[in-house]
C-alpha cells in the first residue's frame, strides 16, 4: 500500500509497462507498487546498506551505487521514466544527477521539498532559524540537505537548460495547490525530458 502522496502522482504519470529506474529507491515500495500496479519493469539504485536489503526483501531488482558517480554504466534512452523522490536536494551534483537521468530516460519524474513554503518561511523570518517541520525533520546541522530550493528555483534551473516541464502538482499535506504553489506548497512533483522530446 503507498501512503506517501507523491508516490500517487508518479503512478498517475508512469505509463503500464514502462521500464522505470528508480535513483535513491529505498526499500523499493515504489517500485513494488508501480510493478504490481502497472506493470512496469523496474531497478532500483540505492546506496544505503539497510533500504538495499529492504528493496531485496520487497523482490525489487536493485543495484547498490552512489549517484554522484553518475548513471555512466547504463545506455542512453535505456529507460522510459527515470525517477528521483525526495532525493534531489540531497545530491552534491544537481546539474549532472539530472542530466543523466534525462540521458538515461525518455523522461524524468523529479519530487523535492519547496524550501518556499510559507511556513518555512515563518520559522526563519519570526524565529530566526533554519525550518523543522515533518517533511523537513532535521535540524541545520545533520540535515543531509545540501540545496535548499523552491518551486521558482526549480522551474528556472529547467528553463536555463531547456528542460520542458511536461506536468507539474504541488501539495499542501496531501491536497494540490495551485493558488502561488511557490508559497503554499511543500512538496513539488516535476515530469520533465528535454524540449526536443
Not at 523496474?42 to 526483501?57: H, P, T, V, W
Not at 543531509?144 to 523552491?150: G, R
Request: net charge negative; with cysteine; charged share 20%.
Amino acid at each position: 500500500m503507498i501512503t506517501r502522496a507523491d508516490f500517487d502522482i508518479i503512478t498517475q504519470w508512469v505509463p503500464s509497462g514502462a521500464r522505470v529506474l528508480d535513483l535513491g529507491c529505498g526499500d523499493g515500495a515504489l517500485l513494488k507498487h508501480l510493478a504490481e500496479s502497472k506493470a512496469v519493469k523496474g531497478y532500483g539504485i540505492e546506496n544505503d546498506d539497510a533500504a538495499l536489503l529492504g528493496a531485496i526483501d520487497n523482490g525489487v531488482n536493485v543495484i547498490q551505487a552512489n549517484l554522484e558517480d553518475g548513471l555512466r554504466d547504463i545506455a542512453s534512452q535505456s529507460f522510459d521514466v527515470v525517477v528521483l523522490s525526495q532525493t534531489l536536494q540531497a545530491i552534491r551534483h544537481t546539474e549532472a544527477v539530472v542530466a543523466e537521468m534525462l540521458r538515461v530516460g525518455t523522461q524524468a519524474i523529479v519530487t523535492f521539498p519547496n524550501f518556499g513554503y510559507w511556513k518555512h518561511r515563518l520559522q526563519i523570518a519570526f524565529g530566526g532559524r533554519m525550518p523543522v517541520s515533518d517533511d523537513l525533520p532535521y535540524e541545520w546541522y545533520n540535515t543531509p540537505n545540501v540545496h535548499l530550493f523552491t518551486v521558482r528555483d526549480f522551474e528556472a534551473f529547467c528553463n536555463a537548460r531547456n528542460y520542458r516541464v511536461m506536468n507539474r502538482r504541488v501539495l499542501a499535506g496531501d491536497r494540490e495547490t495551485a493558488w502561488l504553489p511557490n508559497l503554499t506548497g511543500n512538496l513539488a512533483i516535476y515530469q520533465i525530458c528535454p524540449s526536443q522530446r
